[in-house]
Nanobody, 126 residues
């Protein structure tokens, strides 16, 4: 599986951005997909995840209510809509695919995800 993330950029606090992640491979629809981020000097952290069907989602407390993850299995794509951005959201954002079996559970650890995109930088100025 190859993942390609895009949509990052420089925005002001309060603005919105939509990240996209395009995936290759015929089994995309069976993967739990996640978005992670890594700020300078910090560890990579879970942001949001979505089950294979899209019926279940999970969010980090820091983004709950502001970010929305979605997927389109017909297009092999997953998205992250980010609203009300804050300077502390500044980071490189990565999409990731988990091959772990799930009946709806959203994996939150980096170790749960086998495939990673290259990352897209989001910078939020105050």
């Amino acid at each position: 599986v190859q993942l390609q993330a895009c949509g990052g950029g420089l925005v002001q606090a309060g603005d919105s951005l939509r990240l996209s992640c395009a995936a290759s491979g015929r089994t995309f629809s069976s993967y739990v997909m996640g978005w992670f981020r890594q700020a300078p000097g910090k560890e990579r952290e879970f942001v949001a995840g979505i089950s294979w069907s899209g019926a279940n989602t999970g969010y980090a407390d820091s983004v709950k209510g502001r970010f929305t993850i979605s997927r389109d299995n017909a297009k092999n794509a997953v998205y992250l809509q980010m609203n009300s951005l804050k300077p502390e959201d500044t980071a490189v954002y990565y999409c990731a695919a988990s091959t772990r079996r799930s009946t709806g559970w959203i994996w939150r650890g980096t170790e749960d995800y086998a495939y990673w995109g290259q990352g897209t930088l989001v910078t939020v100025s105050s």
